[in-house]
């Protein structure tokens, strides 16, 4: 079954699109994706031209895409991942069959592709007999659809109830739920699938391989980048900055992050959790020392315009100790770290109750 929101044309074109800009390997095509109707056409220039960042540091990046826009590697025994740079899966071969984590749709077909192109290479069966659902986002399991019906689709159950909520067919809703842990075996394969509360999103798992020291958490933690904007658009931030440590929590080796173009190692959380506390650091001091007099005085009763003003001030004040400490060590400091600063900053007040000038009248 193909997904019938995708008209074929658009996807020819974002095809050529993207073979196109993946011409340039290993550099990833996040600027690129979501902007399929421009392939092939021309766009007045945005006013003032676009940004400039810094360069992303060579080891943030992973291996090259081959022609068809994707890579297939080894994990550990019938382990193995695929990404397009920008997003991952990860698939066990198992003597019954595929088991599937995920099905981003940047990678869509080509999912299919490096499961045959592993299966061909190592004799196990090409069918996906499982497909487990990280949670429940479009960007990460919204080709699931591509992949056929004849599959047990798992996910926890808030995840099932999130689906049948949105109704989309790009993402049949789970029928084989669960609400603390799910063993799945298969094949002679195993996979611990664990809920540890809401993070990212209120359904997220930890996807632990335990025979392969691998453990898989889509949103969480981004091997060589800073998050993506605003703490991963995370609906938790007290829970997402505690699943970090979660996740290290897990004995692995290997961390499949759901983003991005490489693999994860240990030192990636470690370094990804101080960056977070420094954030948060940084937000604190900035509660303590932003003066609120100047945006009181200007804007006067107009509320909103005192909050937009200093809170986008503050933003920038706890993100650029921030930056400056690694620019050079996480790649995109400079892209997101303000977003990442002012979702960190309204947490500081709403969540940890730091008020600051909003606080108890005295
Ligand atoms: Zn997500």
């Known amino acids: ?5 995708r008209p074929q044309r658009e996807a020819t074109s974002r095809r050529r699109f993207l073979a196109a800009a993946g011409t340039a390997a290993a550099v990833p095509t996040a600027a690129l994706i979501g902007v399929g109707p421009l392939a092939g056409t021309a766009r007045a220039a945005i006013p003032g031209g676009l940004p400039d960042y810094a360069p992303i540091p060579p080891g943030a990046l992973g291996p090259a895409l081959n022609a068809d826009g994707y890579f297939v590697g080894n994990i550990n025994g019938d382990l193995y991942w695929v990404t397009d740079s920008v997003y991952q899966a990860m698939f ?14 940047t990678i869509g077909q080509n999912l299919l592709r490096a499961i045959g192109a592993v299966t061909r290479a ?5 069918n996906i007999t499982h497909l487990v659902y990280s949670h429940s986002h ?16 798992i996910g926890h159950s808030e995840c099932r109830r999130l689906l049948l909520r949105d109704g989309d ?8 739920t669960f609400d603390d842990h799910y063993v799945l075996e298969v094949g002679g394969e195993r996979l611990l699938l664990d809920y540890r509360g809401p993070n990212h999103t209120p359904d997220n798992l930890f996807i632990y391989a335990p025979d392969h020291q691998t453990l898989m958490v889509v949103d969480v933690i ?3 980048w800073v998050p993506f904007k605003n703490l991963a658009v995370s609906q938790d931030i007290p829970d997402w900055i505690s699943a970090q440590d979660v996740a290290m929590g897990y004995q692995w080796q290997t961390l499949v992050g759901g983003h991005l173009g490489r693999l994860g190692q240990r030192a990636d959380g470690d370094l990804q959790i101080a960056y977070v506390a420094d954030l948060l650091a940084s937000a604190r001091a900035t509660m303590a020392s932003l003066d609120p007099a100047p945006f009181f005085a200007k804007y006067g009763n107009n509320s ?7 809170l986008d001030a503050a933003a920038a004040e706890v993100a650029g100790p921030v930056i400056a400490k ?27 109750g730091m008020l600051g000038p909003f606080g108890d009248h005295p």
């Not at 066990?92 to 749709?105: E, N, Q, S």
């Not at 479009?138 to 689709?153: E, F, P, Q, T, W």
């Not at 067919?169 to 084989?176: D, E, F, I």
């Open 92 to 105: 066990l071969t198992t003597r019954d069959g595929v088991v599937l984590v995920d099905a981003p749709p």
């Open 326 to 352: 690694y620019l050079g060590r996480l790649a995109a400091a400079d892209v997101f770290t303000a977003d990442n600063a002012y979702v960190m900053f309204e947490a500081l007040r709403v969540d940890y």
């Open 304 to 310: 909103w315009a005192i909050f937009k003003a200093y």
């Open 222 to 224: 981004f091997p060589g």
């Open 1 to 5: 079954m193909t997904a019938p929101s």
């Open 169 to 176: 067919p790009n993402r049949p809703a789970p029928t084989v």
């Open 122 to 126: 190592n004799g196990r069966p090409a």
């Open 138 to 153: 479009a960007d990460h399991i919204g080709a699931s659809s591509l992949l056929g019906d004849d599959m047990v689709r």
